[in-house]
Each structure stands twice: as C-alpha cells, then as structure tokens.
C-alpha cells in the first residue's frame, strides 16, 4: 500500500474530474469510451488518462476502448465514493454554518453528522437542524460517531490547535479552509482549499472577453 | 481572437497551477527549469505541459528549458493576474460574509471593492470595513466601480435573478458558488465552484490511510 501513497495529488483530482466525464457519458447512453475521447471531454492529453490510470491497473482494451459505465464504477471504488462517508464541520462561524447548509454533500454522498465549535455562545445552539457541540466532546463523539472527515472552518490563528483536536480524536482527514499549512501527523491526510486559484482561472476568462 | 476562447478549461487550471509552481522554483533560487522538472513539480506529464504552453505562443528553447521567473511572468500576463482584479461580492448571508474576510484574496491581488444584497435587514451594515448595498445599486455604482468579477454568494433560488442583474450592471466575470447552472449572455463569462469535488479527492487519501 505504500507504493500507492505515492501518487500525485493531481492524478487524484483528475480521477475525480473522470469520473463525472464518465457518469455524464454513461447517461447520455455511451457504452465505451476512447482514451482520446475521455481525454477530449476532460480536457487532458490522451497520454495523461492512460497514465493516471495505469497507477491503478489495467483498463480496458487496446481498439476497443473502456466500458464507460464500469470505468465510472472503478473510479468511484478507487477514490472510496461508493460508500457514505461521514464529514463533521469544525469552527460554526459565517463559513462552517454557510457549509452546514450546502446541498452538494449529500448529494454525492458525504453526510454531515456533527458541528463543532470552542466558542460557548454558539455551543447549544441548532445549526441545518445540528445542535452545535463543544469542540471537547469530538473525540468521545467519534468512538460512536465515526467521522471520516472534519471540514476545519476556523480563522487561520485557530487552525492549528484545531487541527491537533481533531489528530487527538482519531480522525483522518482534514479539508482545511484557512489559509495555512497545518502540521499534522504521516496517517492524518490535509487537504487546503485556496478559494484564489477559481478567481484565477476566472480572470483568465475575463480578460479574453474584454479583448474580444 | 475568437480561437483563443477554445482553449479548454483545464488547460487554464493548469497554467494557474504552473504559475504557483514557477513562482516556488524561482523564488528557491532555480533559473532555469524543464519541461520534465515543471510537470513532475505540478504533477502532470511533459506532454501536458508543453501542449498547454503551446496554447499561447513558444517559450523555452529545446534543451535549454525555461528561464522559471520568465516564464512566470508570462503566464501571470496570459492569466490577467500582472494588475489588481475589483471584485464585488453578491449575497451576504453566511457565504458572502466569509468571503468577504477571506485574507487570500487580497494577497494574491483581488480587491473587494463592493458588497451586495437585495435584503433590507442586511443594506446599510457594515461586513468587513464595507457597507452593504442594495443589488438595485450595482448598476450604478459599477460606472465608477469598474468591477471585473462578481463572486456570487446568494441561495440557489435566488442564483438566476442575482446574475441576471449583475449581467445587466455590465459585468463580464462570476464565480458562482450555487449549485445551479447560470444562463448568461455569450460575452459573460461563469466558472462554478463546487465544494464536493475537493472533498471526493480527499476521500481518496483517507481510504488509502484506511488501508495502510
């Protein structure tokens, strides 16, 4: 299993952005799909669907190309889609309560079992139907609660002793929304999202309009 | 000018990706950099990376590589990020008020010049410095504002009406955080954020943790 670690993060996001391709193939009744046609749809080279995916094993046929819908179903196995996974949020200010709320988990599968915060003036209070817990019940919730993943909302000067909270509960994986790196231990998995980079790429967009 | 729109999506997220990893190398004090050290760096193949170039004219030379903070340079130009970008930020319920402190922005040159809400409980107050102003306000306030992108904030019913005004206010640019796909004129240009795809990528490391 060591070896597998070892894959780039980015093959990662684009399994992900493969398996939409390939559900979205799959309804629209494509039964098999080219590597130069999954590439297309993608946005990727050809070379770079096959690579991603020779991490993993072997699929599909020289000529004959991949099973669209199977395909999707391995990916969704490989990334650990196709079971519920159980996300708690920490820090219930203006962004944990705006991602309490957000459709798109449950939708694809993650479930929000539990709210945290330090702050007493929003422990107790219902969140999304949630009653917000103390930051110091996570890790006696866990042992029944099994969360998968802590969504870590807090302002960057809270992160870290944060971050050490939910290490100290068992939990291992952590989608960070503050702006630092988190030192956490090898088995605890960080994930940082960087709100900047869609603006990014949106302005790229834009310039061109404004050329045009 | 009409070509350069073809160029897919991705390819734009990855020049964004290539700039951070630029930026890292040069400041590391690398001058001059592969094609094969750029994509192990950011995770692609060599062939991703000098196809995404090739988009946008000829850099480097063939076994001399790139000059690393020219290159940079170029890309901060292609990608529209060598001036300040004025955002304004629509719907300040949870969401809008988080973005609206969200330090990243400003460190990497979007400035929030506007914040905007058709709620009369919520114009008039103060949210990060900037007081709240009626959507019916953005029109005008854009003559002088000169806004590039609207960060989209607002509940997924209210989505296509907010953007239908911020498209009348003459705004070419939105990052739209609801889960709903916006109908706007060719000239306008929408990226979605979508909150799930990072946690399905992280979902793939805890169930590799799981293994291990």
């Known amino acids: 299993m060591g ?9 990662v ?7 939409r391709c390939l559900a979205k ?4 009744g494509m039964s098999r799909i ?3 046609e999954l590439a297309a749809l993608c946005g990727v080279t050809p070379e770079q669907v096959r690579k991603d995916l020779s991490h993993f094993g072997s699929f ?3 000529g004959v190309g991949y099973d669209a819908a199977g395909l999707c179903e391995e990916l969704r196995r490989i990334l650990g889609l196709e ?4 996300i708690a949020i920490v820090g219930i200010g203006n962004l ?3 991602l309490a709320g957000y459709a798109g988990f449950e939708a694809r599968g993650f479930e929000v079992v539990g709210l945290y915060d330090n702050n007493p003036a929003r422990v107790g209070h219902l969140v999304q139907g949630i009653r917000v817990r103390h930051i110091d019940q996570l890790a006696t919730d866990n042992q029944r609660a099994q969360i998968d993943i802590v969504v870590l909302a807090v302002p960057e000067s809270a992160a870290q002793a944060a971050a050490a909270r939910v290490v100290a509960a068992g939990i291992k994986g952590i989608l960070n929304f ?9 088995h605890v998995v960080v994930r940082d999202v960087d709100m900047t980079a869609e603006l990014e790429c949106l302005s790229f967009w834009v310039a061109q309009a404004e050329e045009d």
Chains 1, 2 share one sequence.
């Open 3 to 11: 070896q597998k670690r070892q894959i780039p993060a980015p093959s």
């Open 13 to 19: 996001e684009r399994l992900c952005r493969y398996e």
């Open 25 to 28: 193939a799959a309804r629209s």
């Open 34 to 36: 080219s590597s130069q």
């Open 60 to 62: 599909g046929r020289r």
């Open 83 to 86: 079971r519920k996974r159980r």
């Open 96 to 98: 944990g309560t705006a």
């Open 178 to 186: 503050a702006p630092t790196r988190l030192k956490v231990p090898d």
